[in-house]
T-cell receptor, first 119, second 110 residues
Framework: QVQLQESGPGLVKPSETLSLTCSVSGGSIDNYYWSWIRQPPGKGLEWIGWIYYNGITNYNPSLKSRVTLSIDTSRNQFSLKLSSVTAADTAVYYCARYGLGSQKYFDYWGQGTLATVSS | QSALTQPASVSGSPGQSITISCTGTRSDVGGHNYVSWYQQHPGKAPKLMIY???YRPSGVSDRFSGSKSDNTASLTVSGLQADDEADYYC??????????FGTGTKVTVL
């Protein structure tokens, strides 16, 4: 059973960089797209971007200028960096697996981690 | 890219059926059979309920079913139960290679 676990600081100061890591267990990180999705308090889901195991990325155009995804296949981990954060970036951040080919859905999700932007 | 449009709320009594719509465009919902639905209980991660418009993952109750017509996908929950009370989100692959979720629907069991 594939499991994902987010980790990282819960509090980030405005204008700084939010950094989160997702650890994948119970399966290989190879041959899937690995995504970040966020949910502001009381609001809906927003796709941030995905990274393929070979490092190819795709970002939400609305966040592209501030987002960097990276992957470490040797550690079965992938990471999110979101720069120049403001209060609007306060959200629960989820990592999730997105399939290849015809598997165009998110089948495994982490439990989510709340990142609060505040001084 | 705009979010897919869902009703803000839907309600029903135990045992009844409800249907949640998800309206997009020909670039997303109407152009592919890659619509999925997610159930989210408060404080929990979303859970995949339907994929490829109408397929259920292993372990998901057959009370949940999906369909699509033109640019609108639908999720039907039959035999409504208390535990079905949750938020539901649709999602569609898009030919623009960006990914959009629906606006979300709160289901209330009366």
């Amino acid at each position: 059973q594939v499991q994902l676990q987010e980790s990282g600081p819960g509090l980030v100061k405005p204008s700084e960089t939010l950094s989160l890591t997702c650890s994948v267990s119970g399966g290989s990180i190879d041959n899937y797209y690995w995504s970040w999705i966020r949910q502001p308090p009381g609001k809906g889901l927003e796709w941030i971007g995905w990274i393929y195991y070979n490092g190819i990325t795709n970002y939400n155009p609305s966040l592209k200028s501030r987002v960097t995804l990276s992957i470490d296949t040797s550690r079965n981990q992938f990471s999110l960096k979101l720069s120049s954060v403001t209060a609007a970036d306060t959200a629960v951040y989820y990592c999730a697996r997105y399939g290849l080919g015809s598997q165009k859905y998110f089948d495994y999700w982490g439990q989510g981690t709340l990142a609060t932007v505040s001084s | 890219q705009s979010a897919l449009t869902q009703p803000a709320s839907v309600s029903g009594s135990p045992g009844q059926s409800i249907t949640i719509s998800c309206t997009g465009t020909r670039s997303d919902v109407g152009g592919h059979n890659y619509v999925s639905w997610y159930q989210q209980h408060p404080g929990k991660a979303p859970k995949l309920m339907i994929y490829d418009v109408s397929y259920r993952p292993s372990g998901v109750s057959d009370r949940f079913s999906g369909s699509k017509s033109d640019n609108t996908a639908s999720l039907t929950v039959s035999g409504l139960q208390a535990d079905d009370e949750a938020d539901y989100y649709c999602f569609s692959f898009s030919s623009s290679i960006t990914y959009v979720f629906g606006t979300g629907t709160k289901v209330t069991v009366l």
